[in-house]
């Protein structure tokens, strides 16, 4: 079974704090994902990985920004976490197109 | 710009009734197709997916989907849920095997027992 783990369930920040949400995988992936989730908007791509050292942004990439020193783990970063940044953070590896997700993170900023 | 629409938000059903969750594209190439579901509490897991051959793709726990291109439409079903069912529903869409993946809005449904 493909496992995707974040390092947090739940992240509570104050505003302007800088936030590091990690994710790794343990099936030798080579493509990542960091998604947010809100109610009514589904999930929204903020930056995606094909490759070590690799990033692509996606719809919404303002305010984070992306590390991928090794291919198992994709880091998710707020430079200075605002309220707005208040959200569910899923993080995926694929295979064949099809995405494989981890349990998400949720972050309140306050 | 390529968006996947769920038409419905709230789906309120009652154990063992039918179930048909609409989601349609805008993309008119070549396309993949997905429906993930979220339990309560749960991480997003793959329902089934169409890449190509028979539209009518059956995936776990009973659900299915029929690919209807002229329509651009991924319909979900189930013929009869169970209380076990209530979970949100998204439907994603690949075009052109680039691995960019669009969901939905999602739809979540709950079954009252």
């Known amino acids: 079974d493909v496992k995707v783990t974040q390092s947090s369930r739940y992240l509570v920040k104050r505003t302007g704090e800088k936030v590091f949400l990690e994710c790794v995988q343990d099936?030798?992936?080579?493509?990542m994902f960091w998604y947010r989730q809100d109610p009514g908007l589904g999930l929204r791509l903020i930056y995606f990985s094909y490759d070590v050292k690799m990033k692509e942004k996606g719809d919404i990439p303002e305010g984070y920004s992306v590390s991928r020193e090794k291919k198992e783990r994709f880091s998710l970063i707020l430079e200075s976490a605002s309220t707005n940044q208040t959200s569910m953070y899923l993080c995926?590896?694929?295979?064949?197109?099809?995405?494989?997700f981890g349990p998400g993170t949720r972050l309140l900023v306050l | 710009a390529q968006s996947v629409s769920q038409h419905n938000h709230h789906v309120i059903l009652s154990e063992a009734a039918s179930l048909e969750l609409g989601c349609n594209y805008s993309?008119?190439?070549?396309?993949?197709l997905f429906w993930y579901v979220q339990y309560p509490g749960q991480h997003l897991q793959l329902l089934l997916k169409?890449?190509?051959?028979?539209?009518l793709v059956k995936g776990i726990k009973g659900f299915e989907a029929e690919f209807i291109k002229s329509k651009f439409s991924f319909n979900l079903r189930k013929p009869s849920v169970q209380w076990s069912d209530t979970a949100e529903y998204f439907c994603?869409?690949?075009?052109?095997?680039?691995?960019?993946?669009?969901f939905g809005a999602g739809t979540r449904l709950t079954v009252k027992p």
């Open positions: 993309y008119g190439g070549t396309v993949n």
């Open positions: 994603a869409v690949i075009r052109d095997n680039n691995n960019d993946m669009r």
């Open positions: 169409y890449f190509s051959g028979d539209p």
């Open positions: 995926a590896s694929s295979f064949e197109e099809t995405q494989y």
């Open positions: 099936m030798d992936h080579e493509n």
